[in-house]
Each structure stands twice: as C-alpha cells, then as structure tokens.
C-alpha cells in the first residue's frame, strides 16, 4: 500500500514572499516569529525583504548560524532560544543549513511535547523560505532521546514560500549546484522501487525544466530561468515523498562521514550515473523503456553516459577526490547500500568499482568502458 501526503502550503510567485509571510502570520494569528539564517550565507536584500514581510505588531527574534557552527549544536541552541522568546512560528530563510537546522528544532520538539519529555509544551510551526539551495531531502539525524514517528526522511515545513526573485545574482557555482541537485533527486526518486504516480510524474517534470533549458538555467541570471529553476527544485522535494534511491542513500551516508561540508548537489550529480547504471540491469525492457522514453533519451545511447553527457555542460568538480571524499568513505557507504538493498544492488566490490571510475570531468565518454 501507498500512501501519500503532501502536507505543506506552498506559496509559489514571483515577488510573492512578503505578501506570503504576512498573509500566513495575519491567518494563524502568529506574533512571536523567530528568523533563523546563516548571515553570511545570505544577501542583506533577501534578510530585509523577510523582515519586510512581517506584520507591524510582531514581535520577531532572530537566530544566526555562526560559520562553521556544527549543526547538531545549532539545533541544540536554537530549541533554547526558542523556549527563552516563546516563538509560535519559527521561519527558516536562505540556505539549506538553515532550513534544515529549523525543521530539527521543530520536529524534535513537537516529539519531546508528544511524549511529554522535559515538560516542554512550545511547538512552534515552521515556515520555510528556500534560496538557491532549494528544499533539502535529506534530514539530520533524529536525537537519541526522540522516538516521534515525524522525524522522517527530509525536512518538514508547515508551509514553504518560492519567490524565484530571491535568487537573482546568485553565482554560477551555486546555481549550478542546485541544478544538478534538482536533477539528480528527481532521478533518484523516479529510479527508486516506491510506487507514487504522482511523485513519478512529479519527478519526470522536474528533470525535464532543467535539461531543456541547459546551459541556460545556470548561465542566464534572468527572472524566466530562476523560476524554472526553483520549479524543478521543488519538484524534486515533492518527488522524493516516493522513496529513496540508490543514489540518495548512497549520498545520505557520505554526507553524514564527511569531515569537511560537501555540496549535496555535485555529489548527487557523480552518484545518479551510478544508479542509472544499476537501473539498466536490474529492470526488465518495458521498463527501462518506459523511462528512456519518459526522459527523453535518444534511441540507441545507454541511459547513463546521456546522463554523464548532461552533467558534463555543469561546471563542478567531477571527481569524489575533488570533493574531499575519501576512498574509505566510498567502500564504507558502498557496503552500507549493499547491506540495505542485497536484490537492487551488486556486490560490494563491483559497487565500489562504479564508485571510483566516475569521474565526469576528465574523462571521455569512449573511456568510461566500466559504465557499458
């Protein structure tokens, strides 16, 4: 049995962001928000069109996330803060940090309230405004001490609010980063085993406003390509409802081992070659077929070197070594996939193998022979 839910308001205009958040703080009668961001992160433009949005009688309080903050500590801060100014709506604005700190604090303690743990009873809501990174799919970890069945996969706002005017002057890096990340969660949640129609369709949208607008979307800062831009990031948060893929997971640990911050969106791009790979062997004809079809591959080429192509025209780094990933995080997120999914994947050695051949910047499509 499938069961789907998508559980947050979307506000999705151009320009629509203080309309938005003033509309949501007038309607549930909200006067206490507190602003969560990383100021460095963030434009002052974007900080004071948020302030801007709220309503003159608030009385709003703010939380930076100092740089290089360890995440887990900023989450750990921020439920105090809220308790100390007795928040009732906490918006989350920028990057992707931000965001995901936010939905740790709410969900953490709307499950500490469930089971009365603390005697902790402020559950604020959570409005999530998301820039150039998009909404993020892969959640931090839940704590020890919560058992709440909503400290799910990816991050839960009550409410989100996609104003494609907030990204205009971002870099090419970082849009960049954010296409392939679009690009790659839409394929992920497509390839994975769940089944979601809706999310299927979802996700074959959302791939699709990225590839047809190649180099554009990442080299054009004009208001027609952000938004298709933010569209297919939303997409992609609204498809991976289905299920995780390989390459999701593949990504979730890696993430979660590295040392140093890794852009989730240039890792996710080396990691759905490797599932496409796997796809190809594992599916039966009419299916495969169905999705070369869905995506538009041309007849005749393999699903994963179109897509080694396409990732290409990205200007990110093509190798896991460019990353900072380490060839023991590899094996050690290799043998965790296999472990997990022993009937959707190879042995650990040939996993590992696909692993270290991508290299999606120096090498040519007739030397990637461990792919065909």
């Known amino acids: ?52 949005g709220l309503p003159f ?35 989350a604005f920028g990057s992707s940090l931000a965001l995901s700190v936010a939905d740790a604090c709410c969900r ?23 820039g150039v990174d998009g909404i993020p799919t892969i959640s931090m970890p839940r704590h020890s001490a919560v058992r709440g069945s909503r400290l799910g996969a990816g991050i839960q706002p009550d409410t989100v609010v996609i104003d494609p005017t907030l990204i205009l002057g971002e870099s090419i890096e970082r849009t960049a980063v954010a296409a392939a990340n679009s690009m790659a969660r839409c394929l992920s949640a497509h390839f994975s085993n769940g089944y979601n129609p809706p999310a299927d369709g979802i996700a074959i949208d959302g791939f699709k406003r990225i590839v047809r607008n190649l180099p554009a979307i990442v080299t054009e800062d004009t208001l027609r390509m952000r938004r298709e831009l933010m569209a297919a990031s939303l997409n992609a948060t609204l498809a991976m409802q289905k299920d995780k893929g390989v390459a999701h997971e593949l990504c979730e640990i890696l993430l979660r081992s590295a040392v140093n911050p890794i852009d989730e969106g240039a890792l996710m791009r080396l990691l759905i070659v490797i599932e496409a790979r796997i796809m190809e062997s594992t599916w039966t004809l009419a299916r495969l077929a169905e999705v070369r079809s869905a995506l538009g591959v041309p007849k005749g080429e393999k699903l994963n070197n179109w897509l080694l192509s396409l990732f290409q025209e990205l200007p990110l780094p093509g190798t896991f070594a460019e990353l900072g990933v380490k060839s023991s ?8 996939v296999a472990s997990n999914r022993s009937s959707l994947v190879p042995s650990v050695e040939s996993l590992v193998g696909m692993l270290e051949a991508v290299d999606l910047r120096s090498r040519s499509m007739s030397g990637m022979s461990e792919f065909g």
């Open 329 to 336: 995080d590899i094996r050690a997120a290799a043998r965790e």
């Open 57 to 91: 009688w608030c009385k709003s309080s703010s939380y930076d996330i100092a740089q290089n903050k360890d995440a887990q500590a900023a989450v750990t801060e921020l439920q105090q803060v809220v308790r100390e100014v007795h928040a009732d709506v906490v918006i």
């Open 108 to 130: 953490h303690l709307s499950a500490l309230s469930e089971q009365q743990i603390d005697g902790s009873s402020i559950v604020p809501d959570f409005i999530a405004v998301p």
């Open 1 to 52: 049995m499938t069961l789907i839910t998508y559980l947050s308001r979307v506000h999705f205009a151009d320009g629509v962001l203080e309309v938005a958040l003033s509309s949501e703080l007038e309607l549930n009668k909200f006067g206490r928000p507190l602003l969560v961001s990383e100021k460095h992160a963030v434009s002052n433009e974007f900080a004071e069109r948020v302030n801007s």
